[in-house]
């Protein structure tokens, strides 16, 4: 009965390497999220999808490419891995309403060797 | 640049005494504010959401107020216990002209000794 489900929770891949993270969220919510949390523990918005549709696009390398195969899935895909990739990555889901809570995931911690 | 500052990184008091963490913000005016609480190796909860308009919410333990004015929320626990020993963050909310986009301050530390 989980809310947000991402996959894998940890990641331990090599410099240069590509790599996808799963989400999946079983709340009905038609807006997802995909957020990078840093050593400081800061957390910052990558992009976020309402209804299959991109809204939020941060200044993020375009190594980065979010896919949204329905309202319930986003997926995030990371080509050729840099040291500074290194983080949690945050799965989240809300309805498209400002004053709705985000539903998180538990995280998939990125580790570039 | 939109900043969000949480005054302090870790605060560490003693079990049934009250908690006030801070969260002060500048260049924004946010529509609401939000607090969330975060243990280790886990994504953040939702706590309570406050809007501009209000002065003051409470659920249960808890107590966040908001003032638009001095652009500071204070988040109080009462009667703490080590079980609120995690990492709450605040968040601003721009309503619907920031397309739903969230602005989370790096948190602080709650340690509850008994």
């Known amino acids: 009965d989980t809310a947000v489900s991402q996959t894998p929770k940890y990641l331990v891949t090599q410099m240069g390497n590509d790599k996808s993270i799963k989400c999946e969220q079983n709340l009905g919510h038609d807006t997802m999220y995909w957020y990078k949390q840093d050593s400081k523990k800061f957390l910052k918005i990558m992009f976020s999808y309402n209804n299959k549709e991109l809204i939020i696009n941060e200044t993020v390398p375009n190594r980065f490419s979010p896919k949204s195969p329905d309202k319930a899935h986003l997926n995030l895909h990371i080509n050729s891995l840099e040291l500074g990739d290194s983080a949690v990555y945050f799965c989240?889901?809300?309805?498209?309403?400002?004053?709705?809570?985000?539903?998180f995931g538990d995280g998939t911690r990125l580790s570039i060797l | 640049s939109q900043k969000i500052e949480q005054n302090s990184e870790a605060l560490n008091i003693q079990e049934g005494k009250t908690a006030t963490l801070t969260c002060n913000y500048t260049n924004y005016s946010p529509a609401y504010l939000q607090w969330y609480r975060q243990d280790p190796g886990r994504g953040p909860v939702f706590l309570l959401l406050i809007r501009e308009n209000e002065k003051e919410k409470r659920k249960e333990r808890l107590k966040v107020t908001f003032d638009t004015t001095l652009k500071q929320s204070l988040f109080h626990i009462t009667a703490s216990q080590p079980a609120d020993s995690a990492t709450y963050l605040c968040a601003l909310d721009g309503g619907y002209s920031s397309a739903s986009k969230i602005i989370f301050g790096s948190g602080t530390r709650l340690s509850i000794r008994p």
């Open positions: 989240a889901s809300s309805q498209w309403q400002s004053n709705q809570p985000q539903h």
